[in-house]
């Protein structure tokens, strides 16, 4: 993209796509995305996005400070994505988590040399049902919010056959019945072809939770399914959850150095 009759650069604007995709994030993970020396560096760039008002900062429960995009972000980059008004304790806990998980598969995939790409919940949302900032189009989101991944990630294969995962992060166990009725829509849409107004025919689902009782809840709700195979249960990465994340970077790239980086 050039760059032309404006003060930001074209990391700004890779920030603020980022940023924006994600609904919320930490300096952390974005240090982590760019692979940036330090985090005064992503510091010193988002001080620069929160005074042109493209960027909100918000500190929650007096200890996670969150980075979130504004509509003037989204109408600057054409990135097509809801945009979160306010973070709260539980959006805050899912949505970062989620951006995790991405970071950590895009990093294993980088090393593994597998190409992977991924759309988040707020894409797919606005491509069913646009920005959802009015009564009409939030009372879509509710009607359809079962029906919309909280990610979609897509692995190449070295024979170029993509697998499409919709992704679920797990943190609280719901009623049986939520799970039977989402199980009845997975078969549907496990059995080929797009159904609906899905975006993606998907190859299988993936759910990430911690605890035990929602791996037997979701491995029970499963078991009748005729595409049951097709639906597995894993824990998050250690990893993520102990913040260990130089053992995922690839070697020559931790917190205190990155390859082939870029000046501001």
């Known amino acids: 993209m050039i760059i032309k009759y404006t003060s930001l650069k074209e990391k700004d604007l890779e920030y603020l796509s980022f940023i924006l995709r994600n609904g919320m994030v930490t300096a952390k993970q974005i240090m982590l995305k760019f692979r940036e020396p330090n985090k005064d560096r992503v510091y010193r760039r988002l001080r620069k996005l929160v005074g042109k ?7 929650i429960a007096h200890k996670v400070g969150v980075y979130l995009g504004t509509i003037d972000a989204r109408k600057l980059t054409n990135v097509n994505v809801t945009v979160p008004n306010k973070a709260t304790i ?16 895009e990093i294993q995939s980088e090393k593994q040399g597998v ?3 991924y759309r988040t919940e707020r894409e797919v949302r606005f491509s069913m049902i646009g920005e959802g900032d009015n ?23 070295a ?8 992704v679920e992060l797990e943190l609280n166990k719901k009623e049986r019945k939520r799970y039977d009725d989402k199980f009845k829509m997975f078969d549907e849409i496990l059995s080929g072809g797009r159904q609906g107004e899905q975006p993606y025919s998907f190859d299988q689902v993936i759910y990430f939770a911690n605890e035990v009782k929602i791996h037997n809840v979701i491995n029970e709700a499963k078991q009748r399914l005729i595409n049951a195979s097709k639906i597995t249960v894993r824990n998050v990465p ?27």
């Open 135 to 157: 009564p009409s189009k939030l009372k879509a989101f509710n009607d359809k919010r079962d029906r919309i991944p909280d990610a979609v990630f897509f692995f190449k294969s």
């Open 115 to 117: 190409d992977f790409k």
């Open 159 to 166: 024979n170029g056959n993509v697998t499409t995962t919709w």
């Open 238 to 264: 250690s990893v993520i959850l102990e913040e260990r994340w130089e053992e995922v970077l690839p070697s020559g790239t931790n917190d205190g150095e990155t390859r082939g980086a870029k000046t501001d």
């Open 53 to 59: 008002k493209y960027v909100k900062y918000e500190h």
């Open 90 to 105: 539980y959006t805050m806990q899912h949505n970062l988590l989620m951006t995790d998980l991405i970071l950590f598969y």
